[in-house]
């Protein structure tokens, strides 16, 4: 089994700062790409930002210049630090990663519980 356990969700102030983490435990022999995803009431569940084993990241439009994704591969765990936060980033905010539980076989696609943040204006 595995498992991507979020943290670090909240409420704060427009232009205020959060640190989102996820880590992930069970049954694995490399992670891939991990990202974020995040969904605001009434809408469909959007891609925010993705980082490599690597290190390589891409962000979405809307936040790149505020959002920083990195990982700690020996930790298994990857973090979002959302900066210049505005009430529009209000959302459920997930994490998602591709995961290989074994050398032979392909990665599965797993994703975390979510995690709430609020922007107040």
């Known amino acids: 089994q595995v498992q991507l356990v979020e943290s670090g969700g909240g409420l704060v102030q427009a232009g205020g700062s959060l640190r989102l983490s996820c880590a992930a435990s069970?049954?694995?022999?490399?992670?891939?790409?991990m990202g974020w995803y995040r969904q605001a009431p009434g809408k469909a569940r959007e891609w925010v930002a993705g980082?490599?084993?690597?290190?390589?990241?891409s962000y979405a439009d809307s936040v790149k210049g505020r959002f920083t994704i990195s990982r700690d591969n020996a930790k298994n765990t990857v973090y979002l630090q959302m900066n210049s936060l505005k009430p529009e980033d209000t959302a459920v905010y997930y994490c998602?990663?591709?995961?290989?539980?074994?050398?032979?076989?392909?990665?599965?696609?797993?994703w975390g519980q979510g995690t709430q943040v609020t922007v107040s204006s």
């Open positions: 998602n990663a591709d995961i290989k539980r074994s050398p032979f076989r392909p990665g599965d696609d797993y």
């Open positions: 069970g049954s694995i022999f490399s992670i891939n790409v």
């Open positions: 980082i490599t084993r690597g290190g390589s990241s």
